[in-house]
Every structure is written in structure tokens, then in C-alpha cells.
């Protein structure tokens, strides 16, 4: 399996993963998020055969200093906004999940999120989950819920700790 940047010679068209907003975004918006309004970037990971078997995509993000937690802000200047990159989305194909992909993407994001931090500040990198099972995930990784301002969990961590937590074999 190899990890690439989302391109048009991917099939998009038989992505599932179970959720349908996710593969219906995948399938209709992600080339255009990406190359048109540059809105968010997708980066894939696909088989041997090139058929995508997960995706994740990313975008800058401000996180409210009043909702963070403080431990997520401590010693950050009391800006109205933290500076952050969101996982808007992060998917495997049906027929992959349960076999380590998904941390796999997730580790290859927070890779993307420290090597970015390396020319911009950024404090936070966020999830924005679909629903709880989605927010757990997440929570196994160091990520902590924050305030909740709409229907879906949004959970925080901070990108130094990130740097830690996934400075072991994870990525790849
Ligand atoms: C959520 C998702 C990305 C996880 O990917 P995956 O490849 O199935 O997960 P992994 O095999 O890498 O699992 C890594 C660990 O997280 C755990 N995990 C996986 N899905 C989980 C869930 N929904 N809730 C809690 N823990 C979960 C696994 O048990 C595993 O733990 P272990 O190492 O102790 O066994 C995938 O199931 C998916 O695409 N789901 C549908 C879309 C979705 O909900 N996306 C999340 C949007 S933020």
C-alpha cells in the first residue's frame, strides 16, 4: 500500500466506508476542494492495484481560546482564536477496517499537520468527528474533546504532543 495526494487518476467512484456523507464527499467534492477552491487538501492510500482503500483531508482551522480546554491552551497567548489544522475527514474502505489502516492515515496527518508546523504556527490539530463511535477513535490518540458548539464531537490536541505520541512506528 502506498500513500499519494488525491489526483484525478484515482477511482473515486467505489469508495465505501460506511458513512455515506463521507463517500458521497469523497466521490463529488474532494478533487474540487482540492484543486478548485483549495479549501482542503485529500491524501489517499491506495492498493497495489491503485483502488483507494482510505483517505484523510485537512484544513486550517481557528479554535475558540474559551473553548479549549486549558491544558490544550497553557502558556499560549490569550488570542481570540488558536491557531489549528482540522482532520476534516478520515475514512477506510469497508473491506479494510479493523486491520491498522486507519491509524496508519491518522499517523501519516499528524505527520503532514508537524511538518506544516515547521513553517506556520499552529497550535491544535482538531477532529471533526462524525458521531461518538468517531470521537472515540480519536480519543485513543490523546485527543480531548472540546466544548461542544454543534450536534458533532470537535476534539483538540496539541501539535507538540502529537509530536510524541506518534514519534514511535505508527506513520508509514
Ligand atoms: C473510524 C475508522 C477511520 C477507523 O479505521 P480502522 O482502520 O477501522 O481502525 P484501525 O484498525 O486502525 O483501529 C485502530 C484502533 O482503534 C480502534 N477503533 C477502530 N474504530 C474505532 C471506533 N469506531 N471506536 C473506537 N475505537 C475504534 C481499533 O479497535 C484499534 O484499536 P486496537 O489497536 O487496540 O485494536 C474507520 O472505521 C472508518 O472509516 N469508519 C467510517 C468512517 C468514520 O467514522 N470516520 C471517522 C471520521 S472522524
Same mark, same amino acid.
Given at each position: !500500500?502506498?500513500?499519494?495526494?488525491?489526483?484525478?487518476?484515482?477511482?473515486?467512484? %467505489?469508495?465505501?466506508?460506511?458513512?455515506?456523507?463521507?463517500?458521497?464527499?469523497?466521490? %463529488?467534492?474532494? !478533487?474540487?476542494?482540492?484543486?478548485?477552491?483549495?479549501? *482542503?487538501?485529500?491524501?489517499?492510500?491506495?492498493?497495489?492495484?491503485?483502488?483507494?482503500?482510505?483517505?484523510?483531508?485537512?484544513?486550517?482551522?481557528?479554535?475558540?481560546?474559551?473553548?479549549?480546554?486549558?491544558? @490544550?491552551?497553557?502558556?499560549?497567548?490569550?488570542?481570540?482564536?488558536?491557531?489549528?489544522?482540522?482532520?476534516?475527514?478520515?475514512?477506510?474502505?469497508?473491506?479494510?477496517?479493523?486491520?491498522? /489502516? $486507519?491509524?496508519?492515515?491518522?499517523?501519516?496527518?499528524?505527520?503532514?499537520? @508537524?511538518?506544516?508546523?515547521?513553517?506556520? $504556527?499552529?497550535? @491544535? !490539530?482538531?477532529?471533526?468527528?462524525?458521531?461518538?463511535?468517531?470521537?472515540? #477513535?480519536?480519543?485513543? #490518540? $490523546?485527543? !480531548?474533546?472540546?466544548?461542544?458548539?454543534?450536534?458533532?464531537?470537535? /476534539?483538540? *490536541?496539541?501539535?507538540?504532543? @502529537?509530536?510524541?505520541?506518534?514519534?514511535?512506528?505508527?506513520?508509514?
Amino acid at each position: !500500500m502506498r500513500i499519494e495526494r488525491l489526483s484525478r487518476a484515482h477511482d473515486r467512484s %467505489t469508495f465505501r466506508c460506511g458513512r455515506a456523507e463521507l463517500d458521497e464527499w469523497f466521490r %463529488t467534492a474532494a !478533487m474540487e476542494a482540492q484543486q478548485r477552491n483549495r479549501s *482542503a487538501r485529500t491524501t489517499v492510500l491506495v492498493d497495489g492495484h491503485g483502488a483507494v482503500v482510505g483517505f484523510y483531508s485537512l484544513a486550517t482551522h481557528a479554535v475558540a481560546y474559551d473553548a479549549s480546554p486549558r491544558e @490544550l491552551v497553557k502558556g499560549v497567548p490569550r488570542y481570540d482564536a488558536v491557531p489549528a489544522v482540522r482532520l476534516a475527514r478520515l475514512a477506510i474502505h469497508e473491506d479494510h477496517q479493523g486491520q491498522g /489502516l $486507519g491509524e496508519r492515515l491518522l499517523a501519516t496527518a499528524v505527520r503532514d499537520v @508537524l511538518a506544516a508546523a515547521e513553517h506556520v $504556527g499552529i497550535v @491544535l !490539530m482538531t477532529v471533526d468527528a462524525l458521531d461518538e463511535a468517531a470521537a472515540t #477513535f480519536s480519543e485513543r #490518540f $490523546g485527543f !480531548m474533546r472540546l466544548e461542544a458548539t454543534r450536534t458533532r464531537p470537535a /476534539l483538540a *490536541a496539541r501539535v507538540k504532543d @502529537l509530536q510524541l505520541t506518534f514519534s514511535s512506528s505508527r506513520e508509514g
